[in-house]
């Protein structure tokens, strides 16, 4: 079924894209991802199109960035989104016994929405909440400390029609709600954000630096915020005052050189003389010009630069690097010499201990071998000794298989 987003749907997105400079709008796919599930509740292939569209796109573009972040579902979704953190400090404070817990009581796994359409259950990597710990979300707003039981009294509350306070932030909304706030829209509920509060573990810190006198040298917490247009005119008076501040600029004078016929002629710039090898100094600037002279180079050698015989890329230097080839191979390209053996082989004593060893190992219980087979390691063990002592290697491999 091929969706039509209402007018305020599209209206919203031309304003999204507004915030961005014109060669830069690919920047609004994200709110733009989060404006189309706030009318469908997830993102349907109708928003990856709508998305495209506006933004001059393609939908295989838009659905790489809609998969890779899970805030974007690409399923239908619950009207409230219970999220509990099962990760490592959640969870060894109770998280996967509170997620266990309400999968069994709704009914529903992971990812998964409740018959009515009220819920839908994750289990989530980490809500950076730590210090409240276990906690859960519902839209992205903190339950702290839950347990069990409590998880379970959300929910019932939720599915019964109420909509249970957060410990901390504003009063729940619905999850296309929310979605419109994430699009980067205010929440025009009348007194959405009169509630809520920090919780004392974030005012631990604060109440530390009270007690212990601790606080950012010249802070005033008094110090009222400006308006934008008050900060703007604050900048314009500043840039005003240091255009006024900065020194005229002074005209550069000309200093009279003396031409050949002892008359001055005057000049833009002053003459620069090289000495030569001889010792005589030569000219190089002429009446209102002044040529720029280099330095020698660190070796002193004047001599014009040669472009190197090897104009190969470096991606065809590497490759010829790791596998070298004596015809296309630069001849001082590391890797085009084998490094000669200088270890000495292991003495038999420790080869015949690896074998042993490699015998006594046996295969893992899933069927993946743990080591090299015994007769493999005989044979390389067979061949190994024919090298070190010169006796031919086809001979002595053919000997050890008898073995």
């Known amino acids: 079924m091929t969706t039509t987003f209402t007018d305020e749907t599209r209206e919203r997105a031309r304003e999204i894209i507004a915030r961005y400079p014109a ?19 997830y993102v349907s292939p109708a928003g990856v199109t709508f998305c495209a569209e506006v933004l001059g796109l393609n939908k295989a573009q838009v659905g790489a960035v809609a998969t890779f972040y899970t805030m974007y579902k690409r399923k239908p979704t619950g009207d409230f989104l219970v999220s509990v953190c ?47 710990g276990p906690v859960m979300t519902v839209n992205y707003d903190f ?66 630096a009270q007690e212990h006198g601790v606080s950012v040298p010249g802070f005033d917490p008094n110090t009222p915020i400006r ?16 255009e006024a501040a900065k020194p005229a600029p002074v005209e550069a004078t000309t200093a009279p050189v003396k031409g050949g016929d002892g008359a001055a ?27 720029r002279v280099e330095p020698e180079a660190a ?3 004047t001599a014009p630069d040669v472009k190197a015989p ?23 390209a590391p890797g085009t010499k084998a490094p000669a053996e200088t270890s ?26 743990a080591g090299d087979s015994t007769g493999a390691q005989e044979r390389n063990l067979t061949e190994a000794s024919a090298d070190a002592d010169g006796t031919d290697p086809a001979a002595a491999s053919e000997t050890g298989a008898h073995k």
């Open 23 to 41: 060669d830069r709008s690919r920047s609004a796919l994200l709110p733009l991802l989060h404006l189309v599930q706030s009318e469908e509740g």
């Open 299 to 301: 070796t002193g050698s």
């Open 265 to 291: 002629t005057p000049a833009a710039a002053p003459a620069t003389e090289v000495t030569s090898g001889d010792g005589a100094a030569t000219p190089t600037g002429t009446a209102g010009t002044a040529e």
């Open 86 to 132: 099962t990760n490592t400090m959640c969870n060894v404070l109770g998280g996967q016994e509170v997620y266990d817990t309400l999968s069994e009581h709704l009914g529903v796994g992971h990812d998964e929405t409740t018959a009515d359409g009220t819920i839908t259950l994750e289990h989530a990597e980490c809500l950076a909440a730590c210090d409240y």
């Open 344 to 369: 000495p082989p292991a003495p038999r004593d420790a080869q015949a201990a690896q074998a042993a060893g490699a015998a006594a190992n046996a295969p893992a219980g899933d069927g993946k071998p």
């Open 227 to 242: 308006s934008k247009a008050e900060a703007d005119k604050a900048a314009a008076e500043a840039k005003a005052k240091a």
């Open 143 to 208: 339950f702290d400390g839950v347990d069990p039981s409590t998880a379970v009294g959300v929910v019932d509350e939720l599915r019964a029609g109420g909509r249970p306070m957060p410990t901390r932030g504003a009063r729940l909304c619905t999850l296309k709600e929310m979605a419109v706030q994430l699009a980067g829209f205010a929440d025009e509920r009348d007194g959405a954000v009169g509630d809520g509060g920090p919780g004392e573990p974030t005012l631990r810190g604060l109440r530390l």
């Open 310 to 332: 090897d104009d190969k890329s470096p991606q065809v230097r590497t490759a010829e690097t790791r596998q070298p080839d004596a015809e296309t191979a630069v001849p001082d």
